[in-house]
């Protein structure tokens, strides 16, 4: 029998014995269909990050705040067209022993952190502003990053709108794409 047979008849056994299916262990991976796709992202596909690409996302730390370790993470991003114009995406999933509390840490975070603000906190997640300040060209460039967060389940899911090069983000565009990511997390329930 196959591998992926015989994962299916054990997944059946467990529903119908009542156990259910858990969400991902320590070390699983999160599997695609729980990520934005490129029916999501307007055709782009979206492609895995390494360690080295948007580390101060994956989780937002606030001013290098301690929040809860997630069991497994996965993030990918991608460049899409909005309005003409290119903006770079990034989508950050985790799965959490208590979504909550990683939560509850990040609002807390953001009370003593002059670069990071609360742009709305809704009953289904936050929106956040991280602002960068640089040189670019010898002129001083004001940047805005725009970080929505919510969760479902054990997942907490986070989508990031850093718009391109000195252009900011757009707090639509990562409210829009984090209700897409939402859904798709949901699978991991």
């Not at 840490?105 to 956040?128: F, H, I, Q, V, Y």
């Not at 640089?134 to 460039?141: D, I, K, S, Y």
């Amino acid at each position: 029998m196959s591998t992926i047979r015989r994962s299916l008849v054990i997944a059946a056994a467990l529903l119908l014995a009542g156990a259910g299916i858990q969400p991902a262990s320590a070390g699983a991976a999160i599997p695609d269909e729980a990520l934005l796709q490129a029916a999501d992202l307007g055709g782009v596909t979206p492609h895995a990050t390494d360690e080295d690409d948007w580390p101060q996302l994956r989780p937002p730390r606030p001013c290098g705040a301690t929040v809860p370790t997630a069991i497994t993470d996965r993030a990918v991003a991608a460049v899409i067209d909005v309005d003409r114009s290119p903006e770079a995406i990034m989508e950050y999933l985790a799965l959490h022993r208590d979504p909550d509390r990683y939560l509850r840490k990040l609002k807390k975070a953001l009370r003593n952190c002059p670069d990071w603000s609360l742009e709305s906190s809704r009953p289904d997640g936050l929106t956040l502003r991280w602002t960068q300040r640089w040189e670019h060209v010898g002129e001083q460039v004001t940047h805005h990053t725009y970080v929505a967060v919510g969760h479902t389940g054990r997942a907490v899911v986070v989508v990031a709108d850093s718009g391109w090069e000195t252009s900011s983000g757009d707090p639509a565009v990562a409210e829009r794409l984090l209700t897409s990511a939402v859904r798709r997390a949901s699978v991991l329930r």
